[in-house]
Structures are given as structure tokens and as C-alpha cells.
């Protein structure tokens, strides 16, 4: 009997959770993960969260971990997860692109600013998505016959998820600590992925949302010491 992520919450979750229930759920998810991935932090000596406002003022960043950003990251790495959808992944690899793009260019970007670099992301995401959309229409039938596992899926792009993130981390860091820093990212991107499936993809962005929302009260308690 083959295993997959979504035998992690049994039943239909969708139906059977009520909104209050889902929405306590996942903020109880996203604390629980938030303090582990503090202590996690502070074992392996890391501090990722004040080279968030080193380019950026205070309310740039906020914009950017509890909206903005969260929202670019889940279309490109859950919304087309479980979907056979053939635009929805059309989506999710539009916005995968353009964050890659952006990612690797980033460091000889004059413009440093994570606002105007989600401008740019969201700019370009939406023109490929446009060129995409132009060609497969003229060939008509939006469903794959077939969806791709779903546990491929999820591993994949938590994996990817994860190495995206080491932007996050100073560039001096050694090569150790950066592996250390994609452990938890990985895992977050694999819980993400589940309530994505389980609960919906609105869910998946409140969950990434609390979770950069107690990021970002760390860094405020972080700031004012």
C-alpha cells in the first residue's frame, strides 16, 4: 500500500473542520513551529531575522513577510500542488520563474528594496504567465489526464522552498550553516503543502502568514532591546 503526505490528516478536512476550527488550527500550527524553529535558531547560533531590515525600513519588511511576499511564494510553490489543473501550474510555474530570476540576479540588483523587488517579481509572473496562457489556449484542454504524485510534488518544491530561503541567511555564512538553515524551511514548506491539500490554499498563505507575523514580532522584541 503506497504512502502519501495527504494520509497525514485522515478524512475530509475540508468538510468536516469548521472555518473557526481551521483558522485556530493553523494558527496553533504556525506558533508551535515559530518558537521551534526559534530554539532551532539559537541552538545552531543563527540570526536571520535582523538581515531582513539591513537594505529596507521596518514597514517595507512587514509589508513584505505578512503579504506581499507570502502570497508570491505560495502561488509558485503550493497553489498547484494536488491540482491537475493545467493553469494552475501554469501559475505556479510562472511565479516559480520570476522569484528564481529575481533570486539570482538579486545580489547585482542596484535596487535593493523587497517592495520594489516584489514589483518586479509579481510584474514578471504575471507578463510570462500572459505568453504561457496565449500559447496553450489555441490548443484548448486545461486538465491533465493524469495528476503527478503528489508526494513528488510536495518534496520537490519544500526542497526548493527551502533553498530559496537561503537569501535570508548573510552570504558569509559557512556552507554548514546555510544546510542547517534549510532543515526547518523545508519542513515548513512541507507542513504548508499539507494544508494546502487538506484545508485549501487560503489556508496555506494564513499559516505562512502567522508564521512571518511572529517573525516579525521577534524582530520587533529584537530591535528594542
Known sequence: MSYSFEDLFKGDTKSHFSI??????????????KLGTIFYDIFIGANTLSNSVQDNSLIEVVIDLAFWGIVLEELAFRYF???NDIRKILISFSFFTSLLIVGIFKGRFIITNVLVLDAIQTGMALVLFGFIWFYFSRFGGWYLSKKINVNVQIILSSFVFGLIHL?????????????????????????LAIIRIRFGFIYS?????????????????????
Not at 20 to 32: P, Q, R, Y
Not at 209 to 216: D, E, Q, S
Request: net charge positive; charged share 5%; glycine share 4%.
Open 20 to 33: 473557526t476550527k481551521k483558522i485556530v488550527l493553523v494558527i496553533l500550527i504556525g506558533l508551535f513551529f
Open 167 to 191: 537569501s535570508n541567511t548573510p552570504s558569509s555564512n559557512e556552507v554548514s550553516s546555510q544546510v542547517l538553515y534549510i532543515i526547518p524551511m523545508v519542513v515548513f514548506g512541507i507542513l
Open 205 to 225: 498563505i494564513f499559516l505562512h502568514f502567522v508564521f512571518n507575523a511572529l517573525g516579525i514580532v521577534s524582530l520587533l522584541l529584537l530591535l528594542i532591546k
Open 81 to 83: 500542488i494536488s491540482q
